[in-house]
């Protein structure tokens, strides 16, 4: 019998290491098949890009890394005068979506969607607040503001009271706020843990976040390299200031730059028809409220507002939009007399009440 095995062992061992070659080709096919789809860990890697979005519910397997990538998963963790225009350019039209590197559904939190409606005239607003039940008076005891984002402004507003009136523009405006001011500090968190992590670590930076920060400070006019400004800028505005200026700015929705243009804040544009230094119009009301956040967490004006708010912010303190206001002399060539007519409003209409306000998911 050993006769017989020993020259079939002598074949084999010549046809040996062309099997491990097959093997090992075949093995190599294998691994170069796409992995499945896994589930991102919870600290900041890179993103997947191509033609998912940024609220893809299910992210896809890990790809290489391209020049221009389109989202971030983002880290969990604990957390009128010429100065005052605002120029609607491409890069500033950006603020409504974040530029290319939007955040995603569960960044730092989950972010509430807002949902669009355009009504046509005051009483048909004001029965959809009375259909989902929003009222003023609940979301001063605590509740939570319905995701409701106005389009536009009912050309017909002016036709109800002044109470009424003020009322409908400050029930549908606190919204669109709340919303912009979410994803501002969800950009602003992940900017806080970046500049501890670049303090700390600095060498654990992975590239897609530093593209994502040379993005954030370009949005926000500033030099990447310059974080602690960055931060000063990357904040939010409160609600009661935004509501008192747009209320002070467009009669509370009544003025024609807020009917036939959706312009609530007195932005004045500095190109486009008519022409330089008419009111600068807005495609939403959403669009608008970008502008005027924008404008006031980068203009060269608005420095002592974005100091105020450090300061606050520095002392754990809640961004009072009444004391805020009294940083802003230059929005307005009133100056201080503006700032007294803004806090009158405040005072008149109890909007301080909204600066603890937050958004309910339905």
Known sequence: MGSSIWPAVERGQNYAFAVAWVALLATGIGLSDKPPSFDVPPYLSLAPVGTASAASPEPPALPAMKDRPEALIFVRHEAGEADDTFNHSARESSWGH??????????????????????????????????????????????????????????DLGSKDGGERKALFITALLPVVLEINQRVL?????????????????????????IWLEDLAERYDTAVDNIDELVRRVDIVPPSMAIAQGGVESGWGTSAAARTGNGLFGQIQVVGRPGAGAPQPFASIGEATNAYIANLNTHRAYVAFRAAREALRQRG??????????????????????????RQIMRENDLGDFDRARLSSF
């Not at 974040?98 to 669009?116: I, T």
């Not at 004391?323 to 007519?341: A, K, M, N, P, T």
């Open 98 to 155: 974040h530029g290319r590197f939007a955040a995603p559904g569960n960044a730092v939190r989950r972010q509430v969607q807002l949902r669009s409606i355009n009504p046509r005239t005051a009483e048909e607003l004001a029965g959809f607040f009375r259909d989902v039940s929003y009222t003023l008076t609940d979301i001063r005891q605590g509740e939570a503001v319905p995701p409701i984002r106005l389009e536009r402004v009912p050309v």
């Open 186 to 210: 969800a950009d602003r968190e992940q900017l806080l843990y970046l500049r501890e992590k670049l303090r700390s670590r600095p060498m654990s930076v992975t590239a897609i976040e530093r």
């Open 317 to 342: 303190e809640l961004l009072d939009g009444y004391q805020l206001i009294g940083s802003l002399l230059r929005y307005s060539e009133l100056g201080q007399d503006y700032v007294r007519f803004v």
